[in-house]
């Protein structure tokens, strides 16, 4: 009871009680205009902020009106790069104002649950990613900052392409940012605007000491201090510091001065360099050492008279013959396409690479807690479409089986892919290291068959740098390919690639077919090279 009695009297905050202090009561009368002044601030940022939600309000159904079309019209629309950056960006930009206008600890879950579902600061980064790639691999044919066949409306701004250099910066993506931030700044320059090419020199001299050119780093930092020389202090401070940093790196005052002049073309390496996998991309031909002396053919393929395909026999032609790589014409219906659509459509995820060792020790890689790697080798969208879900789908892998004799026990389910503007996947093999790769299959990945199921505007070919072979999209086709020798080991020349889309959208099915089960269709042999 005493205890109790104690607590009471100990003082619960830094003032005195102010049952006991006449003084602490005058206090407080004397803070009521405070308060009400201070509530009337209140409630006048209140007011504000309710009105900026109702702008959004209105905003979101005057966008909502404009946007209102079908999913095959919305896909047409935004068969353009400049267009789904434009979409993303806008809405990540209108999303986070709205964010801002909100008071979040106080929204409901319905509301937060919406806005969670909304473009996000990564959709905006990967937006970015594809635009820079796309400029990396097409070159001239992805310079969205001037008009492309007469297109005057697809093209970006000078804000939008200093942004996107800005983005790639901060990604360390300094390839893609040198090459955006040196176009912002003639933009800039072209219509006088002193203020924004500033910004933009500002971003280059680190962008350029990055990708080792400390003389123009150094040449735009003098320009910036000179600008900068009667407004702002703390600025100006942070200049003079990186030019001592160009200076040391350049050798001393003396050898920095003379590197002032520029006489030599700046360096501008892409972190991934891949001139084979662009080549073929862009549809230029490589001049490769190996050729095949064998000749290739186009021919009606039955498979030894299958009885599926005696009466439909499938248009076969080779492309390369000690891989196998063949391409098989109009072998998938449209009505069997949209059913692959369908049933993917509803299961997509972000394309994930399954990380082996060397994987977890590079450092581009990120490996995730679920096993997976989140990479910057592919972006695409990926949905599991099995057997079981509809007789049609289980009716095109017997068909698929019949065409290749190749056995469906140890088969993967068809992996579909959509891939949007700039989707990719950067030089791999689908074969496995070690005894095991696969663990939840048996055996290793002895072929590869893809599907493509639909017409690709620009881009988005399958590409294989080491035997200079580009397979380009073509609706109800497929590619196929052997990835093993008959000794059991991977083949080399089986490095494959899916190439940027340039525009419009792809979708295409993968079907892995493994070792067990295909012992007698493809026997083993000892020579590494059969």
Not at 385 to 394: L, R
Request: aromatic letters at 10%; glycine letters at 4%.
């Amino acid at each position: 009871m005493w205890t109790y009695c104690i607590l009471l009297l100990l003082p619960l905050t830094a003032y005195a009680q102010i049952i006991h202090s006449i003084d602490r009561m005058s206090k407080s009368v004397a803070l009521y205009p405070v308060l009400a002044e201070r509530l009337e601030s209140h409630l006048v940022e209140e007011e504000n902020r309710i009105k900026r939600i109702r702008s959004h309000i209105e905003i979101l159904k005057l966008e909502n009106k404009k946007m209102n079309m079908s999913r095959k019209e919305l896909e047409a629309e935004m068969a353009h790069p400049v267009r789904v950056y434009r979409f993303v960006s806008q809405f990540y930009s209108d999303i986070e104002d709205i964010r801002d206008s909100l008071d979040m600890s106080r929204i409901s879950e319905e509301l937060r649950e919406t806005l969670s579902q909304l473009p996000s600061q990564k959709d905006y980064i990967d937006a970015v990613g594809a635009i820079a790639r796309l400029q990396e691999v097409y070159k001239d044919e992805a310079d969205f900052t001037r008009p492309q066949a007469n297109n005057t409306i697809d093209v970006l701004t000078a804000e939008e392409v200093f942004d996107i250099g800005r983005t790639c910066s901060e990604m360390e993506n300094y390839y893609g940012a040198l090459n955006n931030l040196v176009r912002a700044k003639e933009m800039f320059e072209d219509r006088n605007d002193t203020v924004q090419a500033m910004a933009a020199y500002d971003h280059l001299a680190f962008v350029m000491f990055e990708q080792q050119n400390p003389d123009y780093a150094l040449n735009y930092t003098y320009n910036l201090i000179d600008y900068y020389k009667d407004k702002d202090d703390e600025v100006l401070t942070r200049l003079q510091d990186n030019r001592k940093l160009y200076i040391e790196e350049l050798g001393g005052e003396e050898l920095a001065n003379q590197s002032l002049s520029l006489s030599r073309p700046y360096n501008n390496e892409p972190l991934e360099q891949l001139p084979i996998y662009n080549k073929l991309c862009r549809g230029e031909s490589v001049e490769l050492e190996a050729k095949e002396s064998k000749p290739l053919q186009c021919h009606m393929h039955t498979n030894n008279n299958h009885p599926l395909l005696i009466l439909a026999p499938v248009k076969k032609e080779d492309l390369h013959i000690e891989t196998g790589l063949s391409f098989f014409h109009e072998v998938l219906s449209d009505r069997e396409i949209k059913l692959f659509q369908e049933k993917a459509s509803g299961v997509f995820e972000d394309s994930q690479l399954v990380p082996d060792d060397d994987i977890k020790k590079d450092p581009n890689f990120e490996v995730k807690d679920d096993g997976y790697a989140d990479t910057r080798v592919r972006s695409s969208n990926t949905g599991w479409v099995d057997d079981e879900m509809d007789v049609m789908v289980k009716t095109v892998s017997r068909r698929i089986a019949a065409i290749l004799d190749l056995d469906l026990k140890s088969a993967e389910s068809f992996q579909v892919l959509s891939y949007g503007i700039g989707g990719f996947y950067l030089p791999h093999f689908d074969w496995g290291d070690g005894e095991n790769p696969f663990a939840d299959f048996e055996g290793n990945r002895i072929a590869t068959w893809i599907f493509y199921l639909n017409n690709i505007k620009k881009g988005g070919a399958t590409v294989f740098p080491d035997i200079g072979a580009t397979v380009w999209p073509e609706k109800g086709g497929a590619a196929f390919w052997r990835n093993l020798h008959r000794n059991g080991e991977g083949n080399r020349l089986t490095l494959h690639a899916a190439c940027p889309v340039l525009e419009g959208y792809k979708w295409a099915s993968n079907k892995w077919f493994h070792t067990v089960g295909n012992e007698f269709s493809w026997p083993c042999d000892v020579n590494p090279e059969s």
